[in-house]
């Protein structure tokens, strides 16, 4: 098998008046782990349910594992594993009971059934657990279960959408480990959404994505740098005065709040010695701060991704509204 793991080409998906996904372009490569980070009404969960076959696309095409998401649903479904926000397991049953259940629907040979069950139930550390009712595990260790299962049938491709929403730090950052040693042991591509800028830096690559489009695609790294300037902050003993002084011995506009001073400039860290060189600059501390994913969304859309959950950015408003504030 040498296709790519996802591939898509001007994928819409409109919803009455609501472009809720306005033609998505995207290839990602067997093994890697993939994030999609927007805002609140992005369109990432409809973009996940078209290449899950759980939505119909309106127009484009999508291929995952190699088969298309309309014309052989039934293979893209064997194909793939899938965590969606809202949890399914059953809270009757035993988590055991509950993966034996997905086993059989996916039709897993018997004989593997035992092995596979007790590999992922140790990688999410559930193994012990499994005799007890899922009703009484935490929020964080159903998700792991859930994970559990989205694994089970050794998936090529595994579609998480949102994994770590509404989880206490300790938890996100251990399903993260998880989601690591996945990466390791299987030979899986993983594929999720999210909108913490936090999560996204442990991607291979991240789509960014706004008002139904995707305004950016890089690793984070490569992202960042695009931004090009660090920010640099100083404590002065006098603001404005450090501010005039930037700007006659260095040519640099820098804005004073108090005696807190901030400026941008390419490579922080080799013009913060530079500053120390020159005297009469009375510097308290310095910090030097790389773009963040938050700055590479700002310097497309103008406006920060928490901002843009905080507005609520749902319907054609909101949609136009991104719209406007696109490069
Ligand atoms: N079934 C639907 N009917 C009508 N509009 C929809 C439907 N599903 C999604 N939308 C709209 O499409 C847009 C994209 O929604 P989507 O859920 O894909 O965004 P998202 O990035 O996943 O955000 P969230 O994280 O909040 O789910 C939003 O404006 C949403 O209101």
Redesign the pocket.
Known sequence: MTHPAVVATGLTKH??D?E??RGIDLTVHRGEVFGFL??????????ISMLCTLTRPTSGEARVAGHDVVRERDDVRRSIGLVF?DPTLDGYLTAERNLRFHAELYGVPRADVGPRLRGVLEMVGLWDRRKARVATFSGGMRRRLEIARGLLHSPRVLFL??PTVGLDPQTRSSIWSYIRELKEAEDITVFL?T?YMDEAEHCDRIAI?DG?RIIALDTPDALKAGVGKDRVQLQAGDGPAAVAALRERFGIHAVASGDVVVFHVEEGERFVPELFSRPGLPIRSVSVARPSLDDVFMSYTGRSIRDADASGA??PA??AAARGGGR
Do not use: F
Request: no cysteine; charged share 15%; proline share 4%.
């Open positions: 919803y009455g609501v809720a996904v927007g805002p609140n009404g992005a369109g990432k969960s409809t973009t926000q959408d949102e959404t909108h994505v139904g749902r319907g909101a949609l």
